[in-house]
């Protein structure tokens, strides 16, 4: 029996045959290279530490004279002497204590001024300046009428506002007491317009 191939089929085998002759060749020819030998290094010694020596000074410095005694420290306290020669009389207790001189009084230092920002009143005049402004605040929420915003969350709010800005005042925050009656103030008249 014979086969007949036909022109596709040809080209495929023929394919197949080359490719399968290139594997086995690629197969046959692929072994494990080794390294080549290489020579090992010699690595030379380091090098000997020169120390050079520093040439001293032909001239020798002067020498620093020598300082001036401290004079000796008294660790007791002295007392001032007394104008009045010593008297072999006792002296009643009460008598010696109007006569002995009184020391010398400390000279009182100053504290140093506190750094405000620029345009900060005074502490006393932001005191004046928060209280007027909750002084305001109060008269303005008490004139509303709590029976018509027993439910609105924006009165209660201001009333917890005016507490704070009280509680702000006590703790000399005058600055954050005067913001918060001013809040206070304003809700108050919005809600009058209501």
């Known amino acids: 029996m014979r086969i007949v191939l036909d022109g596709e089929m040809t080209k495929v085998l023929l394919g197949l045959m080359i490719l399968a002759g290139a594997a086995s060749t690629a197969c046959a020819t692929a072994s494990a290279k080794t390294a080549p030998e290489r020579p090992t290094l010699e690595v030379p010694a380091p090098p000997a530490k020169v120390i ?3 040439p001293m000074p032909e001239t ?4 620093v004279p020598e300082l ?3 004079p000796p420290t008294n660790t007791r306290t002295s007392k001032p002497a007394s104008r009045e020669p010593a008297r072999t009389d006792p002296k009643p207790e009460a008598t010696t204590a109007a006569t002995e001189t009184p ?4 000279p ?12 900060t009143p005074e502490p006393t005049e932001a005191a004046k300046q928060a209280q007027i402004s909750i002084d305001r605040a109060t008269k303005a929420f008490e004139a509303l009428d709590p029976n018509r ?5 924006v ?5 917890l506002m005016l507490t704070q800005a009280g509680q702000a005042l006590a703790k000399s925050d005058f600055d954050n007491a005067k913001k918060l009656a001013d809040k206070v103030e304003t809700t108050a008249k919005e809600l009058q317009g209501r």
């Open 52 to 54: 050079e020596k520093t």
């Open 60 to 63: 020798m410095p002067e020498p």
């Open 68 to 70: 001036p005694a401290a």
């Open 103 to 106: 020391a010398a009084p400390v």
């Open 108 to 119: 009182l230092v100053s504290p140093p001024p506190q750094l405000r920002q620029a345009g």
């Open 149 to 153: 915003f027993k439910n609105s969350k």
């Open 155 to 159: 009165y209660h709010d201001a009333k």
